[in-house]
């Protein structure tokens, strides 16, 4: 957290609803959780993470306001209009990179960094909003806050990245390296929330009285059911209320959103003869109020059947073919109902197989480790979580052995973890690696292991070393302390050389021998100068690393002179900037 700072803002923004908390910098006894959805009857800790542009690629309304917008149009101005949602899923499932583009439902393209910034900078005015609404500190200043901006653990380093220049877009900072936001991981946010919460903060009575922060030592899983990703992540409370990380954040793209993708095919199995393709292309503000109900119905859906009304268009465009109870015959799990489709109890958790079959495989696989015999606790948090299908599922399958435990308002638990995790980004006490790191280096060439095409001779002919060799500095899977640099001492290999370059790499193996060898990744490189040449071999270069952090950074010392050089990896475009 900026020292500065007089709020903390942090938001939550998820690949179908997004939301914000904050509170004063000073204490979290009092974080706020802003609703939405009033104008509309609603309130919700959250708002569905959809934006609509107009016909000049203009922000029109984001949230609510965009799908109420959206429904409202005519089908003959909709495709004018640019209306996105689950967009978020594109920085999981594609190379991310700057200039990369999105497809809004008219089939047109925005850049993606237009969408995302809009949707931050819509989030960040109204918090202001709020806040000086609620607030009698007025904020002069953007010195004055600390955002906190939540993402997936499982996502990679570019896509973390984009995050934050969205956020630079967006007005939230005026640089990349402001330390006035904090990029957190949304199962370690949630983790946060939930270890300092009393017994009757959670929707179940099978959890001891005490906080599990008040009990050093103890072991849970926390999965973080998102509307694209499932994030999962194991923690140990340590002595002082801090967390300490036990196996690297794990998961895939098995959110709620797969569900709604299954219950859209069924229904286009259902209304075949093209019926359903030509209601998609033509009626999609009604496929949107569809869909949106939808939602709200795999949460609420329990051991019954569940009734989904069939929209004015899909019985007209139906009809328009045959009698629309045709269309059923031969349909398994659903049945035409005076206008409305019964989808029976077992079709509808058939939707979630999916999802669920890879959430169990995944904590099996976790649970099924040796280190992991402590463990008690599951924690089910995030907007998914809210589905009784899903939470029957994993406590079917794990109840005997753990404790398995939802929060009361699991889809705000991250948001408000994040504000903890922005007043206190200390609280985090170490990550496991999620790759190996480490550098080039050179040293006495060895017939016995060394590679002949890597034997090189020193000018003065007297040292034969090899080169290219990789030094590992930390393994996947290690415990690395975040907020603790590492260091590591080393030499030149000339007598007479001004300078010394430093070339960093990573693999998703656990060793390596060399740097070119097939999946090593080259992120980086820098040059320090090491003038002190009359010192020869003797020269001591110093490079200071944090691991565990969202961003990889080094810094490189030549001890004599004190020149310094540190490299910052753009993982956007895969390149590198050093600085003084």
Excluded at 23 to 33: E, H, K, M, V
Excluded at 69 to 84: H, N
Excluded at 427 to 447: A, N
């Amino acid at each position: 957290m900026a020292s500065e700072s007089v709020f903390v803002i942090a938001i939550d923004f998820g690949t179908s609803y997004s939301g914000y908390c904050f509170c004063l910098a000073s204490g979290t006894d009092q974080i706020r959780q802003v609703y939405w959805g009033a104008e509309h009857g609603l309130k919700t800790p959250k708002t569905p993470t959809s934006i609509l542009f107009n016909q000049k690629q203009e922000f029109e309304y984001f949230g609510y306001d965009a799908v109420m917008k959206y429904k409202s149009l005519p089908s003959s101005q909709a495709d004018r209009w640019y209306f996105f949602q689950n967009f978020k899923m594109q920085l999981y499932s594609t190379n991310v990179t700057a200039g990369m583009k999105l497809k809004a439902t008219n089939g047109k393209f925005l850049p993606a960094l237009t969408v995302f910034s809009e949707s931050l900078r819509f989030m960040k005015e109204h918090a202001l909003n709020t806040i000086k609404e609620a607030s009698s500190q007025t904020v002069y200043d953007p010195e004055e806050i600390t955002w906190v901006i939540t993402v997936p653990a499982i996502w990679s380093a570019a896509a973390k990245q984009f995050m934050r220049l969205a956020a630079k877009e967006a007005g939230i900072i005026s640089g990349m390296l402001s330390r006035n936001l904090i990029i957190a991981l949304e199962p370690e946010a949630a983790s946060l929330w939930c270890k300092q919460l009393p017994q009757e903060g959670f929707m179940t009575d099978s959890s001891d009285k005490k906080k599990f922060e008040d009990s050093p030592g103890i072991q849970y899983i926390v999965v973080d059911c998102g509307g694209g990703t499932i994030d999962i992540t194991v923690h140990e409370i340590q002595e002082n209320h801090c967390l300490k990380e036990l196996h690297k954040a794990s998961g895939g793209g098995w959110g709620g959103n797969r569900v709604d993708e299954n219950f859209t095919n069924f229904l286009k199995e259902i209304f075949s003869d093209g019926v359903w393709d030509e209601y998609v292309k033509k009626h999609p503000t009604e496929l949107q109020n569809m869909m949106y109900n939808f939602s709200l119905q795999k949460c609420s859906a329990s051991r019954e059947a569940v009734y989904i009304r069939c929209y004015y268009n899909l019985t007209r465009v139906a009809e328009s073919k045959k009698d629309i109870s045709k269309f059923f015959e031969n349909a398994v799990g659903a049945v035409w109902c005076d206008g409305t489709i019964m989808i029976t109890y077992e079709k509808m958790k058939s939707l979630f197989d999916y999802s669920v079959n890879n959430i169990i495989f995944a904590l099996r696989e976790i649970l099924s480790k040796p280190e992991m015999d402590k463990v008690q606790y599951i924690l089910l948090v995030g907007g998914f979580a809210c589905s009784i299908i899903l939470r029957d599922a994993v406590r079917q399958a794990f109840s005997s052995k753990y404790h398995i435990l939802c929060p009361m308002e699991a889809q705000a638990a991250i948001a408000k973890g994040a504000v903890l995790f922005g007043v206190n980004p200390h609280i985090i006490t170490s990550r496991i690696s999620c790759r190996t790191y480490g550098l080039s280096v050179c040293e006495k060439f060895d017939d016995a292991i060394h590679d002949i095409r890597k034997r090189r001779v020193s000018k003065a002919g007297d040292f034969i070393y090899c080169t290219g060799l990789f030094q590992k500095l930390v393994e996947i899977g290690e415990s690395v302390n975040i907020h603790k640099a590492a260091h590591y001492d080393f030499f030149p290999i000339e007598p007479d050389q001004t300078k010394v370059t430093f070339t960093f790499y990573c693999t998703k193996k656990q060793n390596a021998q060399y740097v070119d060898e097939e999946g090593m990744e080259m992120l980086g490189s820098c040059e320090v100068p090491s003038p002190a040449t009359w010192l020869g071999l003797n020269r001591r270069l110093k490079v200071e690393i944090q691991f565990g952090l969202t961003e990889f950074k080094a810094t490189c010392t030549d001890v004599t002179s004190q020149e310094s050089r540190t490299v910052i990896i753009d993982f956007l475009s895969y390149n590198y900037h050093s600085s003084y």
